[in-house]
């Protein structure tokens, strides 16, 4: 019998196969045999007491019943074979099609248990640390100690920013680049570098700590998410409310920028001009226009901006 006729495993579907099906035996078994491979096949390994799915895997001739003159056997080898004018029987395609099937469905459910256990077996195994890893590796073993010193409730208020540091770094590093995952901290943490230190202090640490720090997108996506957008002329003097820390500071930044006037389709206003103050406080959105002439007029009376300035006030405390 040719048993590469199924050799193309996408042709393969085991999920028809129940997850018992090397436990099951007699009608058990027959009862799957019958859906994988009809009635005939039933037939051929109840009569030779291939009764479950290992037997099936160990059986070389399936076939051995056809030399065998008997009347237990006549009915099967009409039903599943050609008589030759010879007095040869030779099974029919649809009969070897349909073993084949079965067998290599079987031998691939097989091979996919054997995998699933090899690798509950992995799991298992690096679920424990032995001595002799950990004195391969002296990095574990500070850290260990580090978590032992940091575990009275004091040190772990202490270090709580460190320690969530350390976790999602940890953490991060034993998955997917894809599958990163950031703790509230860390990104609060983020957002904050990127506002104080800049997009190239930013990324210089990304890139050389990878897995501390979100990229740059899911950056963008967490501050136009937030109350920290910063829109032109707008000072959010109710979102210092929510610092309740009893000392802060407020910083200026100020830094070049290549005078142009750009579209802002968040406030339906254009900016890069120079904002003009009143009440000593600058005015936002005050350059909108529904018309190209009304543009025009805007851009030829007023001043193009060549600095950027950003007022912040942190307050000094922990993350």
């Known amino acids: 019998m040719n048993l590469d006729l199924f050799n193309d495993n996408t042709l393969m579907d085991i999920s028809i196969l129940p997850h018992d099906i090397f436990t099951r035996v007699d009608d058990d078994f ?15 390994l109840r009569i030779q007491l291939i009764n479950s799915s290992r037997k099936l895997l160990n059986t070389v001739d399936f076939f051995a019943f056809i030399q065998i003159e008997s009347e237990e056997t006549d009915a099967i080898k ?43 077996n992995n799991e298992v195994k690096n679920q424990y640390l032995t001595d002799v890893f950990i004195d391969k590796h002296p990095l574990l073993k500070f850290l260990i100690k580090w978590y032992q010193e940091n575990d009275s409730e004091d040190n772990t208020k202490a270090n709580e920013f460190l320690t969530s540091f350390v976790d ?26 990127y506002i104080l230190g800049g997009k190239q202090c930013y990324e210089f640490i990304r890139l050389n700590l990878p897995g501390t720090i979100p990229n740059m997108s899911t950056l963008r996506d967490l501050i136009n998410q937030s109350d920290m957008t910063l829109t032109e002329a707008e000072f959010k003097f109710e979102s210092l409310k929510q610092f309740h820390a009893g000392f802060g500071f407020c910083s200026e930044d100020t830094t070049g920028v290549i005078p142009k006037l750009e579209y802002d389709s968040s406030t ?45 006030r942190p307050s000094i405390k922990n993350v």
């Open 30 to 44: 027959f009862s799957i045999v019958k859906l994988c491979a009809g009635d005939c096949i039933v037939k051929i």
């Open 78 to 120: 009409f039903e599943s074979c050609f008589k030759c004018k010879t007095g040869q029987y030779i099974v029919k395609p649809g009969i070897q099609t349909s073993l084949s099937y079965l067998i290599q469905l079987l031998k691939l459910k097989l091979k996919q248990e054997q995998e699933l256990k090899l690798y509950e």
């Open 168 to 193: 999602n770094l940890v953490f991060n590093r034993t998955r997917s680049s894809n599958n990163f995952r950031y703790t509230e901290s860390i990104k609060k943490f983020a957002t904050c570098l």
């Open 268 to 312: 339906n206003s254009f900016i890069g001009l120079a904002t003009p103050i009143i009440d000593g406080i600058p005015s936002k959105q005050y350059y909108q226009a529904d018309k190209f002439d009304d543009l025009k007029i805007i851009y030829d009376s007023n001043e193009m901006a060549s600095l950027l300035n950003v007022h912040m």
